[in-house]
């Protein structure tokens, strides 16, 4: 068996055609939306990140403001425009990139964003409305992924669905997201005992575990849909330099019903679903 792709750059283009028309909307107003973006230290994969999502923004019609700082910046300095930006009322979103440099306290610069901008959806505030599943911004990755199970039409009430990764950006939302619904849903890590007697029994994997070509086709269960959230740059080996997934896509696609590539899968949906929660936030400001 060889699985259906779901195609991610597809989707996105789709679904960044609707934003860009809501944005245009928007600015005929005289409110074009604007993201402001923060970026800390010389990380290189973050840098990557930033300067594809403001590309992304113009490329919709969304204005965007872009805050560098350097590596041993001060925290204050960074509250300081968050503050300014948090008042502005042209601001609809503002985006810190994470990590942050050590001397930052992430948890307090996150809840420092205004809720009503936290286009990231990663304020304390937002992760608990999620919880409640109520109205909120919903983080970045795993709502594009969401969307992606949608678009494919995959089933989610009374699927078995497997999250390997527990992070508060990934993990955890997408646990929570899966559960809405109507998922049952287990969450495994680095701690659990047993991997693949998990993933095997599963419908849906969810794959956020950042170890290149980690999940095999052994341990996925024939038919089953497998989302690869990973963007990993391989080191070595006869692919060095190339960028892979956490799924091993060569064996999973031998197995799996339908599956998501990397390049090309989810990473375009992340940056779609921010363009999105951007609008939604200037199109609650213009009303
Ligand atoms: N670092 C890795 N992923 C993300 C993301 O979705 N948003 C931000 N702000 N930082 C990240």
New binding site residues.
């Given amino acids: 068996m060889t699985s259906r792709i779901i195609d991610g750059n597809a989707l996105a283009a789709q679904v960044r055609g609707e934003i860009a028309g809501r944005a245009a909307a928007l600015s005929a107003r005289g409110v074009q939306p604007c993201l402001a973006v923060i970026l800390v230290g010389g990380d290189p994969a973050?840098a990557v990140?930033v300067r594809n999502k403001v590309a992304a923004c113009e490329k919709a019609g969304i204005r965007s403001l872009r805050f560098d700082y350097a590596a041993d910046a001060a925290p204050a300095e960074v509250m300081a425009k968050l503050a300014e930006l948090n008042a502005d009322p042209a601001v609809h979103g503002i985006?810190?990139?994470?990590?942050l440099p050590p001397q930052f306290d992430e948890t307090a610069v996150l809840e420092a964003i205004d809720v009503a901008k936290d286009v990231?959806g990663?304020h304390a505030e937002n992760v608990g409305r999620l919880s409640q599943n109520r109205e909120a911004f919903l983080?970045?990755?795993p709502h594009g992924v969401m969307k992606m199970l949608e678009s494919a039409s995959v089933p989610l009430a009374g699927a078995e669905a497997v999250v390997i990764g527990r992070s508060n950006?990934?993990g955890k939302p997408m646990a929570m997201l899966l559960t809405n619904a109507g998922a049952t849903v287990t969450v495994c890590h680095s701690r659990t005992r047993d991997l693949g007697f998990h993933t095997r029994r599963a419908d849906i994997v969810v794959a956020a575990i950042g170890k290149p070509r980690f999940l095999k086709g052994d341990m996925i269960k024939p038919g089953a849909t497998v989302i690869d959230v990973g963007i990993n740059r391989l080191q070595d080996g006869p692919d060095a330099g190339k960028l892979c997934g956490d799924v091993d896509f060569a064996s999973a696609q031998e197995v799996a019903g339908a599956i998501t590539p990397v390049p090309g899968g989810v990473g375009p949906m992340?940056i779609t679903m921010?363009l999105e929660n951007t609008v939604i936030s200037a199109e609650r400001a213009a009303r």
Avoid: A, H, K
């Avoid at 985006?95 to 990590?99: A, C, G, T």
């Fill in positions: 973050s990140y985006l810190v990139q994470l990590p990231d990663f983080p970045c990755t950006i990934v992340t921010l």
